[in-house]
């Protein structure tokens, strides 16, 4: 999968699978949360047009057959071993003064995807169908005939693909695509491609690469991090944020030293990755998907380095969204250890914010205390000795000293 920008997993995660497992029945809780997540949809004028009728060949083997024999024969193949088949039905008039709803079938699909997103966020699988015989299953299940019947959804545990006909196998596993943004938003208007911001692609790079082979990749903790916080003699247990983990190599190696660290990043392949590495070298570490220009964490801290964040930001907004975060996040008296690209860095590629000592003062003019500035190094590569890079030691000041 190719996303274009960081979404919630539960989207990324979702798929229709055709491999359910025949013999798990989906429990009774979990089916109401899913219909009860349906039930929560929004709908034009508050009407919820939509109606369920629920089969589950554990509990009604005959309306679970039913629907099964009403399904395109294609369909058939696959969702004979589905435990439960749902059945939705729109009601095209507004029930509050007759009229045609002519969003009854919108707002019911928008029910069934909150439906199928429940299902997904609670383990199980779906798969929507529209291939079935609607007038057949209209009188088998004694549907009035003014419905409109839009969808059958197959839900339970997937299953082994191998069980499947090995006409469905290579869908199974084949890649799944979308077309690009540019192609389906318009920008303002008709026919103007929307392209998303280029600080949106993380998600993306992060699938696309693996780890070790990012260029901000490093195992460990840089030379002039780990100075750093040898001279600032933290005792056990002070508390650090690590910002923009990425592969959470920084946050185990801070674990390591006796910090108790939290590490966020706008990825969560980066921080699914950084979970693993951590559970591997046996290190607590408690990890965030966050965004620090919309973020939800919460707390203070005694340190957060950033290796890598605030040189992504280009817009004076953004730059001003990042340190007020980071304000807020760091005790009085608190260290900023942050390193950012150096403004003598001329690069092609790599992060758009470039900077000198100065930038920085201004930038953190307000609430900080610039300690130090070096110029540095980020990892070296097998090309050079990496991008040159600014190491700066800021402090958190304490209200009165503002
Ligand atoms: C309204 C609707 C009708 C569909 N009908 C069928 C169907 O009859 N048979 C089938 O195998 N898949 C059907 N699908 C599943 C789509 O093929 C599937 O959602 C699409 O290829 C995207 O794949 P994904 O859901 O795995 O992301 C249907 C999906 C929807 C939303």
Not at 133 to 153: F, G, H, N, R
Not at 376 to 402: H, M, N, V, Y
Request: glycine share 6%; net charge negative; proline share 5%.
């Amino acid at each position: 999968m190719n996303v274009q920008a960081p979404i919630e997993r539960l989207f990324a995660d979702r798929w229709s699978t055709r491999a359910f497992d025949p013999d798990k029945r989906v429990p009774a809780e979990l089916l109401a949360s899913c219909l009860e997540a349906a039930r929560w949809a929004p709908s034009c004028f508050g009407a919820e047009p939509w109606h369920y009728i629920v089969a589950d060949r554990f509990t009604a083997q005959a309306a679970w057959q039913r629907v099964l024999d009403a399904l395109a024969p294609k369909n058939q193949l696959w969702a004979e071993h589905a435990p439960v088949l749902i059945v939705a039905v729109a009601d095209p008039v507004f029930s509050h003064n007759g009229n045609p709803n002519r969003w009854a079938e919108y707002d019911t699909g928008q029910a069934t995807v909150c439906l199928t997103l429940q299902a997904e966020s609670l383990g199980l699988a779906c798969h929507q169908m529209g291939g079935f015989d609607a007038e057949t299953l209209k009188s088998a299940l004694t549907i009035p005939e003014a419905l409109q019947l839009m969808s059958v959804t197959a839900i339970g545990y997937a299953g082994d693909i191998k069980a499947l006909d090995t006409d469905f196998q290579p869908m199974e596993e084949a890649a799944r695509t979308r077309r690009s943004l540019a192609d389906t938003v318009h920008n303002g208007a008709w026919g103007t491609a929307y392209h998303p911001p280029a600080s949106a692609g993380w998600e993306a790079r992060y699938q696309e690469t693996s780890v070790e082979q990012l260029p901000w990749f490093h195992a460990g903790l840089d030379a002039d991090i780990s100075r750093a916080l040898d001279s600032l003699e933290l005792g056990d247990g002070a508390t650090a944020l690590d910002l923009g983990c990425g592969p959470g190599t920084q946050a185990v190696a801070l674990a390591k030293c006796g910090l108790s660290v939290t590490a966020s990043d706008v990825s969560w392949t980066a921080i699914a990755s950084a979970e693993r590495l951590a559970a591997a070298e046996h290190v607590r570490v408690d990890f965030h998907v966050d965004d620090v220009l919309h973020s939800k964490l919460t707390g203070q801290f005694d340190l957060i380095i950033d290796r890598g964040v605030f040189h992504c930001f280009a817009d004076a907004d953004d730059q001003q969204t990042y340190v007020s975060t980071l304000h807020q996040r760091l005790k009085p008296g608190a260290t900023l250890l942050l390193k950012c690209f150096h403004k003598q860095e001329t690069s092609e590629t790599g992060p758009p914010g470039r900077y000198e000592e100065s930038d920085i003062s201004r930038f953190f003019a307000d609430g900080f205390k610039l300690i130090e500035t070096q110029e540095s190094r980020f990892a070296p590569t097998a090309q050079d000795d990496g991008p040159k890079a600014l190491f700066c030691i800021l402090e958190r000041l304490i209200e009165e000293q503002q």
